[in-house]
């Protein structure tokens, strides 16, 4: 198995947005990346963010509609390079585990996956260094979009795998493709 390099973020659902980006705000003396009346995205270091709140608006109860629960949407981890998250997407796949979301998010290549309970995990390589994933969060590419593209991982595992350039499928069709050193790395 490649394992994870690290521990990337996690996302909250929340019905108390404000107080819950006050209080993570405070607790960790994070700063804003990125926020709307939707969503917002903190950090404390230089990852681009290891914090983000789904603002689930005021409970109401009794109207019948279906509501997303609150709590951890899902936990995030990063792999080092392409090669070790489509050998675990290919291992996975192989297993019958088929992501349930796939997101070119602009700052990462992302794929999440339900457990039995439905808890989401979210496995991902960065595709721009700290410092361009920052500035590519504050863009107005991003403030438009801030959750992403589709992808297909069959489509980029089949190129990479003939060693075709597979930048233009990692990248957001808002975004130029740039170098990136998850494509070298294991």
């Known amino acids: 198995m490649v394992a994870p390099s690290k521990f990337a973020h996690v996302v909250y ?21 990125h926020t709307n009346d939707k969503l917002t995205f903190l950090t404390y270091d230089d990852e681009h963010h ?23 949407h899902h936990v995030a981890y990063t792999w080092d390079g392409i090669d070790g ?17 796939r997101l070119r998010h602009g700052m990462t290549l992302s794929m999440y996956y339900e457990d039995p309970d439905g808890n989401r995990s979210e496995f991902q390589i960065d595709v721009l260094d700290p410092d361009a994933a920052n500035a590519f969060m504050e863009s107005p590419a991003f403030a438009a979009n801030p959750i992403g593209e589709d992808f297909d ?11 075709k350039d597979v930048l233009a499928m990692i990248f957001r069709s808002d975004q130029e493709p740039v170098p990136v050193p998850a494509l070298s790395g294991n």
């Open 13 to 33: 659902a929340t019905h108390h947005y404000d107080e819950m980006i006050e209080w993570y705000t405070n607790v960790f003396e994070a700063t804003t990346q």
């Open 50 to 72: 290891r914090f983000a709140f789904i603002n689930l608006g005021p409970p109401s109860e009794g109207d019948g509609r279906r509501h997303e629960p609150v709590g951890v």
């Open 85 to 101: 998250l489509l050998a675990t997407y290919e291992r996975l796949r192989d297993n019958g585990i088929l992501p349930v979301v």
């Open 153 to 163: 991982p069959e489509e980029i595992l089949t190129a990479h795998r003939s060693g």
